[in-house]
């Protein structure tokens, strides 16, 4: 079974600062996804980026981007000149490549707060 | 408006109750999912269904019970077996054989609370 651990409950970040937030998983296959889910107070689960384990490239979406070590099984996000709108939970979790029902295996979350 | 609607967005169950909650896609998604969700932790599976008429257990289905009877519903009946349902629930939903990341899309949420 995959577990996905998130180390920092919370963080917070001046406005127009950078923040990172920790991510790691543990799995035995080579091929899967990991996504960043952002779950700001009205706990709308919204999809922040994507990446795809077999991709070397890290992804990126605008002020967002990862940092993805296969090896160490690390997919850090990067949230850069922070906004107050990225005041939010942020969840990281994996997807098996191809397995039934697509399920999602969740972190527990990091709670970031950007201050103005 | 494309899109997934939970209801309702509070739910009050008295001890003893069947409640059901309401999930409803327009997005021709295949797969539908719901998931429970405690104060300050992540999210856990409960059940899925990638076809009508079939659905498979997640993590954590003790205690509940679904049925997919058209593409566009996935109704979740949290039974009196559960004995702890208080907790915000969503369900999700994506597209199957797409060739790409079938990435999941989230409705709104239903908080249920116990009386």
């Known amino acids: 079974a995959q577990t996905v651990t998130q180390s920092q409950p919370e963080m917070s970040v001046q406005e127009a600062e950078t923040v990172t937030l920790s991510c790691t998983y543990d799995?035995?296959?080579?091929?899967?996804?990991l996504f960043w889910y952002k779950q700001p107070p009205s706990r709308q689960m919204i999809l922040v980026i994507r990446q795809e384990a077999y991709k070397q490239q890290n992804a990126t979406e605008n002020r967002f981007s990862v940092n993805f070590q296969k090896a160490a099984k690390s997919f850090s996000l990067k949230i850069s000149d922070s906004q107050l709108g990225d005041t939010a939970m942020y969840f990281c979790a994996f997807m098996k490549l191809k397995a039934a029902g697509n399920k999602l295996t969740f972190g527990g979350g990091t709670r970031v707060l950007v201050k103005p | 408006d494309g899109g997934i609607t939970q209801s309702p967005k509070y739910l009050f169950r008295k001890e003893g109750q069947n409640v059901t909650l309401s999930c409803e896609q327009n997005?021709?998604?295949?797969?539908m999912y719901w998931y429970r969700q405690d104060p300050g932790q992540g999210l856990r599976l409960i059940y899925y269904s990638q076809i009508v008429n079939d659905f498979q257990k997640g993590d954590i289905a003790e205690g509940y019970s679904v049925s997919r009877e058209k593409k566009e519903s996935f109704p979740l009946t949290v039974t009196s077996a559960q004995k702890n349902p208080t907790a915000f629930y969503l369900c999700a939903s994506n597209p199957l054989g797409t060739g790409g990341v079938e990435t999941q899309y989230f409705g709104p949420g239903t908080r249920l609370l116990v009386l």
């Open positions: 799995t035995s296959e080579s091929n899967y996804y």
């Open positions: 997005l021709n998604h295949d797969a």
